[in-house]
Nanobody, 123 residues
Framework: QVQLVESGGGLVQPGDSLRLSCAII????????MGWFRQAPGKEREFVAA????????DYADSVKGRFTISRDNAKNTVYLQMNSLKPEDTAVYYC????????????????WGQGTQVTVSS
């Protein structure tokens, strides 16, 4: 079993940066590909970024490419999402998720989910 715990959300102004963390608790951590997703009020959950279990393969949604960076530290059992140049449209609850084998941009492919952390971008 894997438990995911997100942290680092908050209220920031447009143009600011924020780093989200996802602590992975459970067995065989290093075999999981990880993803970040987000869900705004009234909208479906959408893909943000994903990273392979080795960390050398990443993928991003077009809306965040060049602004967000996903990374992982296997020694610390943690996955990060560095978010720069934040925009009001980035406002959402951000979730991290874990799956076996290869990374994916499809929410249904992930086996484990965290409880989410709120990110609000507003002036």
């Amino acid at each position: 079993q894997v438990q995911l715990v997100e942290s680092g959300g908050g209220l920031v102004q447009p143009g600011d940066s924020l780093r989200l963390s996802c602590a992975i608790i459970g067995r065989t951590y290093s075999r999981y590909a990880m993803g970040w997703f987000r869900q705004a009020p009234g909208k479906e959950r959408e893909f943000v970024a994903a990273i392979s279990w080795s960390g050398d393969d990443t993928d991003y949604a077009d809306s965040v490419k060049g602004r967000f960076t996903i990374s992982r530290d296997n020694a610390k059992n943690t996955v990060y999402l560095q978010m720069n140049s934040l925009k009001p449209e980035d406002t959402a609850v951000y979730y991290c998720a874990a799956k076996t084998l290869v990374r994916s941009s499809i929410p249904g492919a992930y086996h484990y989910w965290g409880q989410g952390t709120q990110v609000t971008v507003s002036s």
